[in-house]
């Protein structure tokens, strides 16, 4: 069942981009038992484009089936454990008969071998993306297609950004016909290009047309290159190779770092605050954007950074061990 609604237009309204980001990500820090994390970069077609979040905006560009692999082990993985975990205190006081060893090192060694497997995980399915490309005023695909010649720099389709359009429609998105509102990037002229039709998830429960106009909005800001980067987590630490963005923080009197310094845990609180708001705006006149966040959301001293301590060691080997979780 799908009900189109009108496309998208190319402009930012509500002007509040944000997503929480971990700059000082304590994972990268303390591997534990994932012996095999240097290979998980290796193994994407998105690494170069990951790696230059200044020029790259990426959108996966079909249904992706790692995340599900990973998923269903680690469930399996979790169910195994949990049934350890009851059975040790049956077996301490009634049981009579040899512990069940093998047992428990089956669901360890289970755990295990999916946690360092996951680079590999990664393969299964399809990796392809689309990447908005802010430097040259771009869009490109992995993926192959049958009518266009028109390569960029990478040797991938490319096409004009004002060739590219995003549309709005319900779609069903469960066996029991369940319906969401999902917004649909695509060529303006779909019928030569069926391939770069792209469905993008922007939310779990996204039944309403906010989370299209937000994601929207997000990817035409970003390619504004006109204007600096929006002042967000996830650009602070590339601001300055941006020529527009590094001239603008310097006449704005950007500290050089705020996001850098602050909680994740707070950048959260901020972005469930703007959430909430968007919900409530009307989406027809734009409003000014927040160009100083350093004045607007002050560094709360009370959720402080997380440390790499004993503690955080022990839940993260704790996760690995119980269901081979790599994060």
């Excluded at 369940?178 to 939310?203: G, M, N, W």
């Excluded at 997380?306 to 979780?325: A, E, M, S, W």
Aim: glycine share 4%.
């Amino acid at each position: 069942m799908i009900n189109f609604i009108p496309t998208l237009p190319k402009e930012t309204t509500y002007n509040r981009f944000f997503q929480a980001f971990n700059h000082a990500s304590l994972a990268d820090q303390f591997n534990g038992l994932y012996l095999t994390r240097m290979f998980e970069k290796k193994v994407s077609k998105r690494t170069f484009f990951a790696d230059h979040p200044e020029r790259f905006l990426i959108q996966n560009a079909d249904k992706h089936a790692s995340g599900w692999l990973s998923i269903a082990c680690m469930f399996i993985g979790f169910a195994g454990s949990c049934y350890c975990a009851m059975f040790l205190p049956y077996w301490l006081f009634f049981g009579k008969e040899p512990f069940p060893i093998i047992a428990y090192l089956s669901v360890l060694i289970w755990n295990l071998f999916w946690l360092n497997a996951f680079p590999w995980t990664k393969r299964v399915g399809s990796d392809h993306i689309i990447y908005f490309d802010r430097l040259t005023g771009r869009v490109g695909y992995t993926k192959s297609f049958n009518h266009q010649t028109e390569k960029d720099e990478f040797g991938n389709a490319s096409f004009a950004w004002q060739d590219i359009v995003c549309i709005t429609q319900y779609a069903v998105t469960s066996q029991h016909g369940s319906q969401a509102q999902l917004p649909y990037i695509r060529h303006r002229d779909f019928d030569t290009y069926p391939e770069s039709d792209v469905e993008v998830v922007v939310s779990e429960s996204a039944n309403s047309r906010t989370y299209c106009y937000l994601f929207w909005e997000e990817v035409c800001r970003f390619m504004d290159n006109t204007k600096p980067l929006p002042d967000v987590p996830v650009y602070e630490a590339v601001r300055h190779i941006d020529p527009v963005t590094a001239a603008f923080d310097k006449e704005n009197g950007r500290p050089e770092r705020f996001w850098q310094d602050m909680s994740v845990e707070q950048q959260r609180v901020i972005k469930r605050q703007l959430m909430s708001e968007a919900f409530n705006f009307a989406f027809d006149k734009p409003q000014a954007e927040i160009t100083k966040p350093w004045e607007v959301w002050p560094i709360d001293p009370a959720m402080p950074q997380p440390v790499l301590d004993n503690k955080y060691k022990f839940k993260r080997l704790l996760k690995q061990i119980t269901f081979g979780c790599p994060v």
